[in-house]
């Protein structure tokens, strides 16, 4: 029960980076009509309190002129390689069976998109769903086949072996819970970014080592183009964070893009979304899915099915982690 406390407690607001974002409440929450309605271009936005580092490096890319494809690959690569993160990357917690799987998605607002899934050994599977994108036919290579091709185009491997920090908790794991995973139960925390450029260009990323001690091959909602994440220039886009087989049941980064396309804002699609998944959730009990979106004018928005979720937002003003909203209060 300890990663799903450390999944779904209250987050702190963490001290801001950089100038302050003048003209916010002090400690502004995201259901906040004054806050959300807030326009920022360029701007970045990505999951839990590690996008912050990352939301960084990809401020730095487009500072250095780089692409907002290149600022949200990038970024999110810091994560991938945060030894101290336990649910991206190849440091990643495994699946039952001690195997570290992974599976990235990325996207542009022109339709482009790449992703891999229960691929294993590749340092950075953000960039091997890019090389997907941009190199092949496809949308989605998995498994043996993504190994393969991440071999072919010169990717960075590296030898199949647990990190220290997660052989200690996979040990510890298996005493407990005798092979007998329960969904959402162990700590489960995707990097999902989106991000704006000056010219109203957008892309995204998602990045993920999936669902602790799950069962070998499964797959949850980060590489799947339009549940993890979707992105389209001229409405905006979105990600997903929390129990992937939820999120897919509702498509849900797809759903909150075209519930903009509608009229409704980043904040209104969010949290219709996360009304949807409670209404088809399995296990609401064991269930937590966070939402983060933006529309193609810089406004946003999040919201989550209980308190916890918080996202990183970076912008010209500065930049800042930010408790979201929730169904649950």
């Not at 490096?57 to 390689?81: C, F, H, P, R, Y």
């Not at 993160?85 to 195997?99: A, M, T, W």
């Not at 999902?192 to 669902?211: F, P, Y």
């Not at 989550?304 to 909203?325: C, M, Y």
Request: proline share 4%; aromatic share 6%.
């Amino acid at each position: 029960m300890e990663g799903r406390r450390k999944f779904i407690k209250l987050s702190v607001l963490s001290t801001i980076a950089g100038l302050p974002l003048t003209g916010f409440p002090k400690s502004p929450l995201v259901s906040s009509t004054e806050y959300t309605a807030a326009q920022f271009k360029p701007q970045i936005l990505s999951t839990w309190n590690h996008g912050m580092a990352a939301n960084d490096k990809a401020w730095e890319v487009l500072g250095s002129g780089g692409t907002i494809l290149d600022a949200v690959e990038q970024g999110v690569m810091v994560t991938e390689n945060d030894l101290r993160n336990l649910s991206v990357g190849l440091q990643g917690l495994p699946d039952r069976e001690g195997i570290v799987t992974l599976d990235a998605s990325i996207m542009k607002g022109d339709g482009s998109c790449g992703a891999v899934a229960f691929v294993r050994q590749v340092k950075h599977p953000i960039s091997l769903a890019r090389k997907v994108m941009e190199k092949t036919p496809h949308v989605m290579i998995v498994g043996e086949g993504a190994r393969q091709f991440a071999l072919s185009e010169g990717v960075p491997m590296e030898e199949e072996k647990l990190s220290p920090n997660a052989k200690e908790a996979y040990n510890r794991w298996k005493e407990e819970a005798n092979y007998q995973p329960i969904i959402n139960i162990e700590n489960h925390d995707t990097i999902g970014m989106i991000g704006l450029d000056k010219d109203g260009s957008m892309a995204g990323s998602c990045t993920t080592s999936g669902l602790a001690y799950k069962m070998h091959g499964r797959v949850g909602d980060s590489p799947i183009i339009g549940a993890g994440l979707f992105v389209d220039d001229t409405v905006g886009a979105a990600t997903a964070t929390g129990l992937g087989e939820e999120v897919i049941r509702i498509c849900g980064a797809f759903l909150i893009v075209e519930l903009m396309r509608q009229g409704r804002t980043p904040q209104e699609a969010c949290e219709e979304a996360v009304k949807r998944a409670v209404a088809k959730s399995k296990d609401l009990d064991n269930t937590q899915i966070g939402f983060l979106a933006m529309n193609k004018e810089g406004s946003f928005g999040a919201h989550a099915i209980r308190p916890g979720f918080n996202f990183a937002q970076h912008h010209q003003n500065g930049s800042e982690l930010v408790d979201s909203g929730s169904w649950f209060k």
